[in-house]
């Protein structure tokens, strides 16, 4: 049985879908009759549900795909192929506090959500008013609104968080911002940038290599689709050839205070560095 | 300040990174000297410890991708390329009970553990017992293991889990296991599988077309690395070029008992399906 | 100068672009005036020419590029991309005897009697009258028809040549007609093959590896543009993924009639068989 | 029958490849015994010969692929899956005249040459000496020397042929030479460059954009091989990510010397500029 408070996509009889938050005594007009949320309340995930008029509609349970294919976009949005890789590379997890700018439409703004769980945070910049509604509008959608916290700043002004785990900028001179990012965040922690042509990649690795920054990474992710015909497998016709660079760096921290040479210790040869226990 | 059970990963003066979990009382042997766990509690991440002879070692916060990345491994793990992606697409969150088949070295199983979270729970099945053990190991290391319930079965037997919300299959023939899928999954559920041939794939998706599945989908990710030099930007010269093909698909659910046609409904000519509120 | 004969491509203002073979006494009509082939033979290429009313038109000698790209199609043409790789895989050179089926709109045609030159010649092969005439047609207008001789005939009954240097098929079937493409070419010779399925390849490979074939690849060509802009270089948005899989394969040659076990040579421990002089 | 001047291919028992021409008169020394070249004269591509002791060679005539990739290299070469491209977009065709710089270990040459045929003319200039005797080599060893003049001389003074048909630049700033390029070619005929770095694609495209030129093109060819195994068919682990950018561009030709504005003449509104005949 669903709860007040959850996520259904529901799949109408000629297969167009829809997200919806179930709200107790809502009520969805559709074009083959009255949805109740009494209905769907009583129904559970994978199940069909009968409109008044006796239609059918699939009630399936939303995945952050579904959720970031099906918000309103006014912006290029980052994708799902982009979004899971960022993921990992910044060390998302549940409970983790991580910063990004500009929100844009909201799509990582979403993912990053979804991830941090009900004890992160998501702190989520944009200079544009326009995007700065249009992702508050996408999150109080998705219902993830809760564990994120919108601002509609320029962050040339600075970020108000302090020690976050990581943070994102998709700007178009981020190169701009690293004082800022690195005001932020966490010393040591990950940052990721998405940058869509080649001479913004080259300006940005120039900021990088002043530093305090090391393991700076250049990649692009590709996917490519396949039609899902057994008999006749092959790649589909066309794809996306480019979204955008990603580009990831650490902090390099902070150094100690006391120094080997300064302890007077000489460098012992090593045999074997890795072994270590 | 970190606390027990903290994960650090610590970078040695010759750059060589360990991922470690913090314990009381515990000692670490380096070649550049000795390091005990205390002093790692007293610092913070991004902050370097000096081993009793005066080395520095820096301690950074590690991500998934670090993790991932270094685990002990005997097969062909799945990448974080294509991890990130079945995150996604399973509609992996904190809370999640999701199963999985082959454990293998436990890379997807890592990523799973540690994106369900405390409240969460991952259920990997592995047949062969050196793999079995090797994830134990693995998932030891990386202290997610709690999140985790390994089985080393052949999943011929079928799943002891039912209604969980995603389910994951890289073994080499899945189209035997499709039964023992559907038994184990919510009703609407995603599957994913990897498999390495344009061969298996026809084979699996004859078998996906038999149903109850819907929405399938073939692809592959292609992560392609630059050299990050600003001035000198360029792709690496070589890449991985394939790791798996990666198929996904969706239980279709349960049809509701009262259909429509039964209900003596005539289907009313909709203007716009698309409006629904 | 220009002669009779000589393929041009013409500019006109806006930028449409035309290719026509110069003949003496003709007249080109055109929305922007009147142009006498006569002017055409007064100017040289990279020249402009005015028509009756005063409007320049450019005129270029066309590329095979250009040639293929601006051919009447009414099927799947083989790109430029495979083209290349395709004469050099087959050893295509001036002088060469090559066959090809089906012809469909005559794209490789067009470039095998592009490259043979005029003391070689091209044999292509089609079933369909349909694509027999469209591919007579353009070799008409780009005047290449002379080094090429065409087939309407199902290639099942055997090709009409022997001894050729080199055959390519891109027939949906090629794996049925391996005795006829054997029974026409030299010994040793190459074979290539274009094929859109993962299924097709695996039909194709099962045939070459009853023999007389060795040196088997299967691969595909992918072509990524960018945008051509100094500041803001970026790879193009979208790109076409998939035009077919490419194989080749070389006819295994004649065995020696005397063998050397026949012979009675021991098989001398070669210590450096690159040693050869 | 072979005849003298002919190259031949030659398997060693062992699989082992070799290129050589056949002289009158001369002998090979192998491990396996010796080759007379008059022994590879009486027998025909596709056959075996026998050494004095017995030992089979395979004939086989070598492809333009089977040339470059047997070239002596010292330098990074430009590759097969390059060549064919380049061939295409620069029109080049039999009796062709072609400038190349700089030659580098003469892949690119051996391929104009092929192509140009003994009525065409390849003009390659290299500064190194060092890479201009090795493309020497390399030319004589495929016998394609004669169609060829090499220069080993710094661009900056110029090319010494006028008129050509096409010009390709493989050189470490091509923005510096393109006045000499223009000098050297016909009027709009196409120009080729490949690059390494996105910085010299924008720097080249940022010249370019100065003029004389039109049709500026910048792209890259990547090749994915698959395992040729018919039950087990899928892509190699690994592949070649990079050789690098290719950019065309076509010079603008030369404006007549009277221009419609100069006549007088009124721009009628053509209702279908695509209709000419």
Chains 1, 2, 3, 4 share one sequence.
Not at 132 to 146: D, K, M, P, V, Y
């Amino acid at each position: 049985m669903l709860n007040p408070g959850d996520l259904v996509m529901l799949v109408c009889p000629q297969g167009k879908r829809y997200i919806r938050k179930i709200r107790e005594g809502e009520t969805m007009q559709t074009h083959f009759g009255i949805l109740p949320h009494e209905t769907l309340l009583q129904a559970g995930y994978g199940e069909e549900v009968l409109t008044h008029l006796g239609h059918p509609f699939r009630l399936l349970k939303p995945s952050l795909y579904d959720l970031v294919k099906m918000l309103k976009r006014r912006t290029q949005i980052i994708y799902p192929k982009e979004i899971g890789y960022i993921l990992l590379k910044l060390g998302i997890a549940p409970g983790c506090r991580v910063i990004e700018a500009g929100s844009g439409s909201g799509s990582l703004t979403t993912a990053l959500a979804w991830y941090v769980g009900d004890h992160g945070r998501v702190y989520t910049y944009e200079q544009r008013e326009e995007f700065f509604r249009l992702c508050g509008e996408n999150l109080g959608w998705s219902g993830l609104g809760e564990r994120v916290e919108q601002f509609n700043r320029n962050i040339a002004e600075g970020f108000e968080q302090t020690n976050v785990d990581a943070l994102f900028l998709d700007v178009r001179t981020p190169w701009d911002f690293l004082d800022q990012a690195v005001a932020a965040i966490m010393p040591g922690a990950p940052l990721g940038f998405l940058l869509p042509t080649t001479n913004q990649v080259s300006s940005l690795l120039t900021a990088l290599e002043q530093g305090p920054f090391e393991d700076v990474e250049v990649l692009e992710i590709l996917l490519r689709r396949y039609k899902p015909v057994a008999e006749r497998l092959r790649p589909d016709d066309r794809m996306v050839a480019h979204t955008g660079f990603l580009v990831f760096a650490r902090h390099e921290g902070r150094k100690a205070k006391v120094r080997k040479e300064e302890a007077g210790v000489m460098e012992t040869e090593s045999t074997d560095p890795a072994d270590i226990s």
